[in-house]
């Protein structure tokens, strides 16, 4: 298969010219920023006059295209697939997904086409000639473009600081954007020559700027002030070194000593170590001053003798140079600071490149510039290449700020810094956006080109709308409504319409006031997210970002053409623009929405508006329709898309929900009245009561004796017995949306039940079978149907229909039938599922918690394990309620009520900083800090116009005592905030928000109540909020000196929330080939995830979350397989990317982390293994502490590196934490728990402690005992090592005894300690991380190999390395590789 490209080591050397993206950081920074080009298609933005949405200036970018990897399996920098967590996602998008049978044909068959489609698809190899630099030859694919050359000569070390520049083949000038295939003339050997060309202003710029990115390619504070798409990975800092170009080292020279502070039960925690700074972090220094100068721009008379620009320069050497920039080239003029002449200086030095000229000047500039490129060509090319979105680090260490004219420059010229698209006007967003939806979709290649253009408009457009935000609260942007009261401003920036989440006109006023005004744009966004997912051909939806920064919530949306031209009532042609007072309605929109609504289970329905019509209507009153001036069908205001959830809502008297949600404390009256039930939630309702529509049908089929009927219809379905009086009483239970436990459900006992549900999966499917193999239409049958419809409450009579009236409980909304019954059941439809979550779905997601399928880490995995099984976050309080009465959730709980005060506090500190002036910024957020987590019970604050005041103070001696600041005290109203104000706040904030009651008077007594941690508290404030604070030890516990103070704070960043573009094709690839290695078929599997990994690059570049889960699980496969150099390099690609794309410290980073330090260890890279496995406990004991079976899992795997490596006391520290971390969350009887106790003995014995070896040894076999009987295999294995660790103890008290006799002469005999060997500790440490290795022959090995390679040599013409010989004797694979 084509798919099956080997990975491309990161050597500048192995670089081809299709890698486009391996550039510098800058480079693919403002490529990625760019355009999008796939398969020599040019879009709008490719024109060279275009400008680009990335920070500056036009002129700037256009040599640095991000060109599309082609749809041929090659791949940008062969990055891969990411979280398995976030794929999952996808299915829950789909509404109306084809079956799995299906998807694998589908995928199967791409895959097929893609090898007929590009069979021609050749390599060959031709030779670039580059002035001043030896020629060197490249191979190149014929689906490529020309540009993706001029990409390669940008990254190499010796041409990278070229920029204006031809290629020529022949002498003729080849167009960057067409393909090597149409190129006459271009063929094997072909001499491509590098010529130079002449300058203009806009080349010149793009030259300066090039050459200023190269010099600062290595500098992190980018990363750390959050800007250019820039972000840590601290991966080769930690393994001190690429892990690809290490030697294997032996065991008698590994340094295996840990730090103090990851050390078990060590309650210190540490922040230096979360950022290790690397001693040649920025690379050296080049240049002291690097700017324009203030003669620019050149007067005419020297336009006309070709001066460009004026650089002011000031080398190493500390000379002051005055350079022109001319057509030709760059050189030194006579001009001074004080005098303007622009005539050469004598010597004259004219070079074509900055750099060469800078070169002959200064020494130290070509010393350090030539180490400066080799350092960046040694980078990892994941550790330059751009993120598609802004990743934000909340704490940095102390920053240099430095000079820097052309930051300068952008942030003060063009608008204050925020560039136009093209020049003299500004980019037309929704255009690009609708555009990009209305492309072809037909074949595979023609989505991928759609499905790429769409990621690419949209992640410009949040990078955009994040940057207009954070003008408009800064006050860098003007109001449209400058007269109106700064709550009600709105704000057009860049073609992107601003408003703030204030109840602007009390519109807001009946549904909760400001606090529905501040929740309604993100349920809008979530019906923008799934009317995108959609994806209906004539509707359209705006571009949406919400963007939470300083205390506001600001809106971002695309504008509709037209809109802003006409009222607002004269647009709507659909819904209303007064919560149903006044509704319209458009066939039209009735049209399109109804076929949305199919998909999305939204009822049709009829309103009536104030002049008493009926109107009908396929989505909620509120959603509004307007059509543009461009003739498209736009909905906008989608923030009642979903049921309304009626455990928080208040209901008139006639109206009640449940004796069983009434036990639980519901209904919760919420701030607001836009409570929603979520996506996940009604499709796992709505399938819970079709299975139970099913089983209802078959189950009366049975006892009708038409079993026999169905099965002469379809021969596959064999009947049994009817079901038994538990089953139909459970399927009864089921059918009203619960199940048919009590509320008091122990859940220690759930999991036996979640198997007996799995158990029932064939019963289900034979029951589906017979009911859709139905018919006939008798009488009998159709009285079936009807019942089983009715039982389940399906809208129809004679067919399953569940579908949401969104409107039902709307308040201003009239029914045409108030008091009918089909209002009744369309209210009860939304009841049920409200009941539906809190009994099924949270004793089902406690349930996960309990057998570890679900084990979130913080608060933000909790979150999303809550959001995937529909749970709303407001319900977290109840959750907290019955985790509380689960031990073995212990660290559940902890994690739950972490989250709740972090997430009080944040809605505390919204309203907070809404009240400080920018001057007092830092101030008062380290005043918030100190009240909120530090034990001094009076923090000082100091007033951030102190600087003022001392001047003030010198004028006004005598008013001291009436004037203590600029400020009046309105400004000073933060400064009342105390922490025993605080802490009541946020308990009152907790009751009425969350209904969850904490039993703790300060933050002190919580921490040590709820076993919470300081440190994990201020992590997540701090990235829920958008603070940065500097990078320091924190002392929390010292009652006379505050914690934080001002200068701690660095930095606010904003809280981005947006959709996310789908790579659907990919995401059937990758689910079709997890389908298949399940299954067995190994080699279909890899080919299919390896295609699923082509595609994701196709459609999101090189970096991506969903990337890196892809890389993850082709690392587990090539492990699995027997490779582990394969399953090293790519699993160095899922940590890097990890890092990258979803933070340093994310619960993803730390299991990418511990799956890489595996293998390392199968490597033999032993010192390399416990390095990254200390930065994963470290890592997780920052996030959520000691307490936690993740922990166990890491102490584990350290414990056996180290016992590996004869280091057996510090092994017994870990494996004894580990112990008790297991016996504590998987019970004391659990198989878990038998190997830790085994892995204990073992360290034990080698440390000569026979006789606790052999107690620890005496566990393990009675745990295996009880639970897999005598004669099982394991059983057996432990009962030998209790007679060799008994031997072991009679011997040694035999020379004990004869020591104590005198007959030994007092002397004691060395023990004889047999050290394991590595295969043993790698077979241990697959058991642990939950890799078990099926038999299969030899033979099937073989074949699937050959197969293999016969396969990458038809891709490319490439040979790949013979797969080491030696790991073929292992017999390999199918694995329950779905780690933890």
Request: charged content about 25%; aromatic content about 8%; hydrophobic content about 35%.
């Amino acid at each position: 298969m084509m798919a099956l490209e080997t990975t491309v080591a990161h050597d500048e050397n192995n670089l081809k010219p299709c890698k486009a993206d391996l550039r510098t950081g800058d480079d693919c920074r403002k490529s990625e920023n760019s355009n999008s080009v796939c398969n020599g298609v040019r879009s709008e933005s490719d024109d060279p006059d275009h400008k680009t949405d990335s920070g500056v200036l036009e002129d700037d970018r256009q040599t640095k295209l991000n060109v599309c990897p082609v749809v041929n399996g090659r791949n940008v920098v062969n990055g891969n697939f990411s979280g398995s967590e976030s794929l999952s996602n996808y299915a829950k998008e789909q509404s109306e997904e084809p079956s799995e049978k299906s998807k694998s044909k589908v995928a199967e068959d791409d895959l097929k086409d893609r090898d007929i489609l590009f069979v021609h698809d050749a390599g060959f190899t031709i030779k670039i000639v580059p002035p001043g630099v030896e020629p060197f030859e490249i191979q190149v694919n014929c689906m490529e473009l020309v540009q993706e050359i001029h990409q390669l000569l940008l990254d190499r070390e010796d041409t990278c600081h070229r920029t204006c520049f031809s290629l020529q083949l022949d002498g003729t000038t080849l167009d960057n954007f067409a393909e090597l295939k149409n190129v006459e003339g271009l063929k094997e050997r072909s001499v491509i020559k590098v010529v130079e060309e002449l300058y203009t202003v806009r080349e010149a710029r793009i030259h300066v700027r090039h050459v200023r990115d190269l010099l600062k390619s290595l500098d992190p504070n980018d990363a750390y002030n959050g800007v250019e798409c820039s972000s840590l990975s601290f991966l080769n800092t930690v393994t001190q070194g690429d892990i690809l170009e290490k030697k294997k080292f032996r065991t008698d020279s590994v340094d295996c000593t840990p730090p103090d502070f990851i050390m078990p039960n060590t309650t210190e925690r540490f922040l230096i170590p979360l950022q290790p700074q690397s001693k040649e972090q920025k690379g050296p220094q080049c240049l002291k001053v690097l700017t324009t100068n203030g003669w620019n721009p050149p007067p005419g008379i020297r336009k006309m003798h070709g001066d460009l620009l004026y650089l002011s320069i000031v080398t190493l050497e500390d000379k002051r140079l005055n350079v022109t920039a001319s057509t030709k080239g760059f050189f030194i003029n006579q001009s001074t600071d004080d005098e303007f002449n622009p005539k050469p200086a004598i010597p004259n030095h004219l070079c074509h490149s900055l750099v060469d000229l800078l070169s002959q000047i200064s020494p130290g500039f070509k010393r350090n510039f030539a180490l400066l490129q080799k350092k960046r060509t040694q980078r990892h090319p994941f550790e330059r290449v751009a993120t598609p979105y802004q990743v934000y680090s909340w704490i940095a260490p102390p920053a240099e700020h430095s000079i820097d004219a052309i930051r300068s420059e952008d942030a003060f010229s063009s608008k204050l810094g925020y560039e136009e698209h093209i020049p003299g006007q500004t980019r037309d967003w929704n255009e690009e956006l609708q555009t990009t939806r209305e492309l072809p979709r037909k074949t595979l290649p023609e989505r991928l080109l759609r499905e790429r253009a769409i990621f690419k408009v949209h992640s410009d457009f949040v990078s955009a709308a994040t940057r207009g935000a954070m003008a408009v609260i800064d006050g860098n942007v003007m109001a449209i409504n400058p007269g109106e009261e700064a709550k009600m401003q709105m704000f057009i920036w860049n073609n992107i319409f601003f408003s703030l989440g204030f109840d602007v006109r009390n519109h807001y006023k009946e549904l909760g006031g400001d606090a529905a005004a501040f929740a309604a744009p993100r349920n809008d966004l979530q019906g923008v997210r799934v009317y995108s997912a959609v994806d209906l051909e004539g509707l359209y939806t705006l571009g949406t970002v919400v963007i939470d920064y300083r205390g506001f919530r600001v809106t971002a949306q695309s504008i509709i053409p037209g809109i802003l031209e006409r009222e607002q009532e004269q647009s709507v042609v659909y819904g209303s623009i007064d919560f149903g007072k006044t509704i319209v309605t458009h066939p039209k929109y009735l049209e399109l929405l109804g076929k949305a609504g199919v998909q999305l289970k939204i009822l049709p329905h009829k309103a009536v508006n104030d002049k008493s019509e009926e109107i009908e209507l396929c989505s909620s009153v509120e959603c509004k329709g307007i059509i543009g001036n461009d003739g498209r069908h736009y909905i906008l205001d989608l923030l009642r898309t979903f049921p309304p959830d009626v455990n928080f809502l208040k209901l008139d008297e006639s109206e009640t929900i449940s004796e069983k949600t009434k036990v639980l404390g519901f209904p919760i009256e919420h701030k607001h009245k836009l409570c929603c039930l979520r996506q996940e939630l009604v499709d796992a309702f709505i399938e819970a009561r079709y299975m139970m529509f099913i089983k209802f049908a078959a189950a009366q089929l049975q006892s009708l004796g038409i079993a026999k009927q169905v099965k002469d219809v379809n021969g596959s379905v064999e009947m049994e017995n009817s079901p038994s009086e538990e089953t139909k009483e459970t399927t009864a239970a089921l059918c009203n949306g619960h199940h048919s436990s009590d509320s008091n459900t122990d859940f220690t006992k759930v999991p036996v039940v979640k198997a007996e549900c799995e158990s029932n999966v064939l019963e289900t499917d034979k029951a589906k079978k017979m009911v859709e193999s139905i018919t006939d239409v008798e009488d009998s049958t159709k009285e079936i149907v009807r019942k089983a419809a009715f039982t389940v409450g399906s809208l129809k009579e004679f067919e399953f229909d569940i579908r949401f009236n969104p409107d039902v409980y709307s308040p201003d909304v009239l029914h045409a039938n108030p008091d009918g019954e089909r209002l009744k059941k369309e209210r009860q439809l939304v009841k049920d599922a409200a009941e539906f979550l809190v009994i099924v779905q949270i004793p089902s997601f406690l349930r996960d918690c309990l057998d570890h399928s679900a084990s979130p880490l913080d608060g933000a995995t909790l979150s999303e394990a809550m959001h995937n099984r529909g749970i709303n976050i407001r319900y977290l309080g109840k959750i907290a309620e019955m985790l509380s009465k689960v031990p073995q959730l212990e660290y559940v709980y902890s994690i739950a009520v972490a989250e709740l005060i972090t997430r009080c506090a944040k809605h505390l500190f919204t309203t907070y900083l809404q009240g400080v002036e920018m001057m007092s910024l830092s101030a008062a957020i380290s005043h918030f800090l100190n009240c909120l987590l530090s034990s001094c019970s009076v923090p000082h604050y100091s007033n951030g116009s102190d600087e003022l005041n001392i001047k003030i103070a010198k004028k006004n001696k005598n008013k001291r005592r009436i004037r203590s600041g600029v400020l009046s005290s309105q400004d000073n109203e933060w400064t009342n905030t105390a922490p025993k104000s605080l802490w009541t706040n946020i308990s009152a904030e907790l009751k009425t928000y969350y209904g969850w009651t904490i039993e703790s008077e300060t933050i002190d007594t919580a921490i040590a109540k709820y076993s919470l941690q300081k440190i994990s508290l201020l992590r997540s404030f701090c990235m829920k909020v958008g603070v940065q604070i500097l990078l320091r030890e924190y002392c929390f516990d010292n009652r006379h000196k505050q914690t934080f103070f001002e200068e701690d704070i660095i930095n606010i960043f904003p809280i981005v929330k947006h959709i996310n573009p789908r790579a659907t094709d990919a995401y059937h690839f990758y689910t079709t080939g997890q389908t298949k290695i399940q299954q067995g078929y190994l080699k279909d599997g890899y080919e299919l995830i390896s295609e699923a990994l082509n595609l994701l690059n196709n459609v999101y570049g090189a970096m991506h979350p969903e990337i890196a889960q892809c890389l993850r699980m082709l690392a587990r496969l090539n492990y699995i397989m027997g490779d582990h150099a394969e399953a090293m390099s790519y699993q160095q690609k899922a940590v890097l990317m990890s890092e990258r794309v979803n933070g340093i410290d994310h619960p993803y980073t730390i299991t990418e982390y511990t799956h890489l330090a595996l293998y390392c260890f199968a490597n033999s890279q032993i010192s390399t293994a416990l390095k990254l496995l200390y930065r994963a406990r470290y890592l997780a004991i920052v996030v959520c502490g000691e307490n936690h079976p993740e922990i166990a899992l890491l102490d584990s795997n350290i414990g056996l590196v180290l016992h590996a490596v004869g280091e057996y006391d510090l092994s017994l520290r870990f494996l004894e934490k580990a112990l008790g971390l297991n016996i504590k969350y998987y019970g004391a009887k659990s198989l878990k728990v038998a190997v830790s106790y085994h892995l204990v003995a073992r360290a034990q014995s080698c440390m000569g402690d026979f006789r606790s070896a052999l107690q620890n040894e005496k566990e393990t076999y009675g745990i295996y005992k009880q639970q897999l009987g005598e004669e099982h295999e394991k059983t057996k294995e432990s009962s030998e090592c209790l007679r060799h660790l008994t031997q072991q103890a009679v011997i040694l008290q035999k020379k004990m005894n004869e020591i104590y006799t005198g007959k030994l002469g007092g002397s004691f005999p060395p023990l004889q300690i047999q050290p394991p060997t590595m295969g043993s500790v790698l077979d241990m440490l697959n058991i642990i991380n939950g890799i078990l290795f099926v038999q299969i022959s030899q033979q099937d090995i073989e074949t699937f190999r050959a197969e293999f390679e016969r396969s990458q040599k038809k891709s490319d013409g490439a040979t790949k390395d013979d797969i080491d010989e030696g790991t073929s004797k292992r017999d390999v694979e199918e694995a329950d590789w779905a780690s933890r």
